[in-house]
């Protein structure tokens, strides 16, 4: 899908031909009890736009009503003040040479690389116990296929394909940090908890179109089947201690930090808090990072408010920083 | 342990030579830099009491420092203003004899007819899955002994031998009426539910002088403990609808209604609601039971602060009911 | 109203004439300056929905703007993406000879057979005080005729004529099991006060076209309105005990359980705190059963968020036990 | 009692005979088995003291047990780190020609001359409805008697005799300023329910050697008693509009501001906004200015913990001021 | 701007030419693809109306997108449900002849005697110290013209030109009124930071057509930028006092009283507690007394929601006041 | 002060004769009114003990009341059950040759090394404005001074001489570790602020026997103090970007993420979210380093409660990490 014109690079008076995914359709009779309309919410892997289907018949009707990927012809016919386009559809077809996951945003990152990286960390792992369970999921290749395509969040940080996995990577590596500032930090335990931390996360999602969650992720939850997955793989091993497998599940059951956040008990050991605090970190800053992305083609110093943080954010500090090294440059010129 | 002098019933003055359990114990060495005394907390099943051991020798000092359960001689000489006691220990001596169970309370309920019941509830299923679930565990006799011996918590309610039993029946019975007055909740599924809402604690608590909490308990914690029980046995079964699985994890996961309360869900189905009620009710009441009876002999209006409710309680109600029934008989005998 | 077409079953494209409450109306001039348009919303005691009037003549506008109840020709000509319906009025007329009464939900039990359970937990009351108190309020015809319209609440449980009755029934017989679980409960006490916690909503609410607050409601509340109709009532029995009619007044002011949801003081006494169970139990599930029932023809299997437990609630639970049950038998055949 | 010791004034070694109430008093047995030793509380009008009783005889004992009010022998033999004091008790007789209620602070406003500005206060109500009901109250002579006794608080603002009216005058003059600033404010009203705010208060408390909550206070709480208060006296008055008596009952039961400080109801109209900010300015400051005197002859700049702001307070402030103005003075004179 | 027609008294069908400020401007394509319309929001210093400018040109497309005041001629063409009124635009063009400033909401008060009250506040303070650091303030020329003008808030109080200075004299006079309950207080101190509480506003917003904030507003905030401004001007003073200055920043830092609003200290001083309460009370006041004018033409006896209060608010109180004034002249009158 | 015997490793009846300072002193009259005895605090560097001096004469008393520092000598007499030990007072005389300072513990990291690589961080930075700022302060001599001395906190974490620049350069790698992770985040601003967002510590707590804190840390605070210092050397730093100064006061201002920690604003760019959970996790998990220290001697698995997490902590992980080694290798061996 190299050269394609993409949604999030649209203008008002485009005219476009692509193929998208329908996320949402409504169809309206207009008052002269004739005519229908229809108001469509279409996708690409970049964005989302609303688009209109002006005066369909009744056989495109009942055609479109099934169709969930579509070759559109349109021209955007409105701006709105806050910036979110409109457009016209003037033609639409089932497009069924394309797979909905296509559609869904992947991880900028390569993922072979990111998997060898994991790889790496697990051999470092001394404690054989702990070695054994890592390899015992990643060397299993439908975990490893799930893993590699699963998103880290729904929304908030690395919502794509690949993003558990850079997420996962980013973790182990502040607690890689935190290891060599704090030596008295054990670091084949927290390593280990890092990258098991959310393999929940493969059954709490599903792609459909967009990211969704399972009904099993909403009434179950990734803290609680990660756990599971843990527990299942560690019966099957050979007199894996007790009171270390107490203690790897205490740390993803714990995880979330807060009892609010779906976590059923307090990290209450060291290795604990240290995974909170990595894997909040990695969450809150990539979310931000992703928050400034969506916001740099858009001429404003405030963010509207986030939700995560409770806040809008200021979107200006990388161009004060980079005006300051400027004037630094030309004072030093004369 | 029928006849005995029980801690409960002491007052100031008393001798008393019984067996005890001592629960902890400090020694010091007077200011003269020769003589130790002891100050012990010794437990029988009814309470507790401090009792000093004045001027003890070096040989018998190394021995009591061992001991556990002992066959103490002494008399109350303190009698606090908040109505406390303490004990002056005339001799103490092990009392191997006895086992530290002994000094735990147990449910006034008959336990027999208690699991009678539950049995009952568990033939009254007409769905197999839910009715081959409970079988598979009340039926399995491992469980079921440890089962029968489970407290229900550590202090609030039926913090006794057999209490999980008795608080697991009470809260099938409040389903059963919730049943009752709305049929449109599913009696198959909640009263299963009930029955298997907290089999998680038979690896929370241990028996050691008193209800203590396990590492396990504390660590894990009796909700994913029990889900991870009811995950086991399901696994093994055959066909068991995995919608139905989810729905009940759920449900076992979600039944503190509350994020703080340690449930990592919140109760999103109908019947999940009503068991967070139909626990909750009975675990209230049950407390306040406990603690009425504790201050039954204690001459005050109001009792002393109750952590699991923030705030006191006023105790003179049934006597105030009583009162006033008197009153409604002697008018009408005049 | 037996066989009127009801809101709640309209369908795209249908044609009705009926009589329905204007609950809402707007006027607006097409920008060529002449024509004016009205957008109404409508309710039968089934739902509610926009209704479309166009173009409409100076002099009927005038008509329009007093109408409360109309009878209304029109079509159904817009279905949102939310299920949502539009229609357009063709006609529309006053409707005088309606009561605005009948278009307010009632309840769908019998309400002379609510009544007289009431009446049998009175007469089952020992205490003479409580029941002289009981009977001063239900043998009141001016009482019993307003209690017996009187909703439970504006939206939330048994917001219908009748729904008082209703919930005082359920909140009563909670109340009975949990008496029979813990016979240490004084059941003439607790009986009493479910009877009577709620009788301050006959004062709280106005059917008004649909159920609203009075300002009376808004600025006092049925929980004091209720506690100073009981201390009315009180003041004119001979010799009612001081201590007990504390406790009553208190237990009506605690019943919400928490400072949050009006109650000034916390629930104090042991009946105190099953009364806030009993009359919360009730309130839920029945909040609940009214969500599954709005969401019964809906295709979907989580409802939208629910403001009262913050949270949305996942439909298919019924779905899935009757799944189940049909597996089974399916089984059992073969 | 004007030229007596006061416990507020006494030294260590200090030698004192004076009449004392004993608040509290513990018998231990010492560990000889023979000798009794008494630990009693006791409090004059300024503050409490703890005072050993060594050795008493079995006569003495069964004597003290009954007393309450005693002529105190004894000496200060004590002085713990933080500032407390111990006496020794050299005898101890029954004082029976003093009353209880001289053992309770009062305030050191002339009471009168309180009253006296609330009368003119009254006078000055132009509204006749409010001046009436004004006057039912403060010409009833039991109300004017029990309304000069009593406590604005049990402990944190203006606890002692005299308070409420102390309290209430304060409250009344910081809403006349309010209306000074902001003549929008209806000052008839706001006058009103400021004289009438905390009424309940009466027979919230009971002086019991100190102030004690009734258990009426506990279990209805004065914001309820003096809603109901205000009911029955508007009911005797003819006429009376319903909305104005909605509105005052519900300033009174508003008047905390918050429902956990046991509102039932938010201030929802601005006189009653208005109340509560008096109200809360006054017990606050009184709160403050007690909490400075009661560290005055205390050689630190920090107060203890203080529960009802939740942080110590600063206690210099009024030093650095006067070594400031003293140092301004210097400059000038030099 | 006297005789100008105001947003806030336009009616439907109303035909009005008037210089606005553009807040907001979005342009529409029509579905034809040639026809732009334009959707404008426009404010004048009394309120905020949409206008819609049908078939806009493509040069007079260009010239609009530019402008920011305009005389525009148009006609009220809708009114909503909810009373909000809309306009269609016939002629706009710029008018530069305008201040931005001109269309900002300015206090009621006259200034000049605002700020000659504060200056008589000044003079009535004794402390030199105090007394000199308000000099420096208000005698400067620059800080006093900008203390002028700056508004008390963005929207909930004083939200004008002049809002500061007319907040700020409110809170002196409140304390001044605490200061005679309470001689305690020092009324120097308090005096002194109740005329500086708020002066970093004038940092904190900008007038740009509506009062916005400044971004410095947002990052740092009013409370550390005047405790900054505070500290630049005590640093030029000689001998200033380091306990003085201490409290006095204390003060500033900690007068909202709250964490969460903004304060890094709570008030720990007695002046500062007081301060606090005199600043909270008249910011209140103040908004409901605007909330009620913004009202005063709306035939509704509640606000909508009011944000700042979390509760909506009853408006009637004042008629109901008058109404039983009526009564009463009625009832002398017979 | 090598060879001393510490407090942390005293043993029941040990004796010693070392120097301590006395943090606190009571003397007690004894009940035959004449003896008198001193209960005293002492502590060296390793920690705190009660010691009883018996018996004092008149002179000694008062030379005892001047004395801070003391050799004693003495016995430790009693254990509690807590494992805290009491010690016997034998003699006590002034030791003038020590400092107070020596009695506060020290980082065990050597302060040079530390500083050095703080300016090895600063030599790293491009922007030549926040570079001039750093050297501005780290080659002032007399804050470089202070700043090796200070503690990073009072009770929590590297509370102890050094601990500033030791958490500093913790935190400053952790910022470190996110950017080579995350390279969207600017390394020179977030490197910069980490090396000064806690500088205001310097004039937050002051060396007093113990680590307390001044005044001015309690009234203003380190956040709010080291804005102040920032802006001091701004203001005298040429043409420093009014954005960028902005923005670094933002970030200290907001580090500590709430308001209820006392930041006045929430981390609003996302340089000082990163900050935040830097300085959050730096504290945290050397709080527990610190905890897990002072338990390392004592035989139990759970600490008791970490008022800073609300939770206890469990000891036994890296046992159970090193048993799970020992486990591995035997394994291994067989």
């Known amino acids: 899908?190299?050269?394609?014109?993409?949604?999030?690079?649209?203008?008002?008076?485009?005219?476009?031909?692509?193929?998208?995914?329908?996320?949402?359709?409504?169809?309206?009779l207009r008052r002269n009890g004739r005519i229908v309309d229809g108001f469509l919410k279409i996708v690409d892997n970049s964005g989302e736009i609303e688009a209109i289907y002006w005066d369909i018949?009744?056989?495109?009707?009942?055609?479109?009503?099934?169709?969930k990927l579509a070759l559109i012809e349109g021209q955007v016919i409105k701006k709105k003040n806050n910036g979110q386009l409109q457009m016209s559809i003037k033609s639409l077809k089932e497009a069924s040479e394309y797979k909905e996951?296509?559609?869904?945003?992947?991880?900028?990152?390569n993922i072979k690389d990111v998997m060898r990286q994991i790889d790496e960390k697990i051999n470092s792992i001394n404690n054989q116990y702990l070695k054994n369970l890592l390899v015992s999921f990643f060397d299993d290749m439908i975990f490893r296929e799930k893993f590699k395509k699963a998103p880290a969040a729904k929304k908030l940080h690395q919502a794509y394909i690949g993003g558990l996995a850079e997420h996962t990577i980013n973790v182990a590596n502040i607690c890689e940090a935190i290891c060599k500032i704090h030596p008295q930090v054990n670091r084949d335990f927290l390593i280990s908890v890092a990258l098991l931390h959310d393999i929940g996360k493969i059954e709490e999602y599903q792609l459909n179109g967009t990211i969704e969650y399972t009904d099993k992720g909403k009434l179950i939850g990734h803290i609680v089947i990660g756990t599971e997955m843990i527990q299942e793989r560690i019966k099957q091993m050979i007199d894996f201690p007790d009171d270390l497998a107490i203690m790897i599940k205490h740390t993803i059951l714990s995880h979330h930090g807060k009892f609010e956040f779906g976590s059923p008990k307090l990290p209450s050991i060291l290795p604990a808090v240290a995974l909170f605090y990595a894997d909040d970190t990695d969450a809150k800053i990539n979310g931000l990072i992703n928050l400034k992305d969506q916001n740099k083609?858009?001429?404003?110093?405030?963010s509207e408010w986030v939700w995560w943080l409770e806040r809008p954010i200021y979107l200006a500090e990388q161009n004060i920083m980079e005006e300051s090294v400027k004037e630094t440059k030309e004072d030093l010129e004369e």
């Open 1 to 28: 899908m190299d050269n394609k014109k993409r949604i999030v690079d649209l203008e008002l008076r485009d005219r476009i031909t692509e193929v998208f995914y329908i996320k949402e359709a409504e169809f309206r």
């Open 57 to 67: 018949s009744s056989e495109k009707l009942k055609e479109i009503e099934k169709i």
């Open 101 to 109: 996951e296509d559609f869904i945003p992947s991880s900028g990152k």
């Open 297 to 302: 083609n858009i001429d404003r110093k405030w």
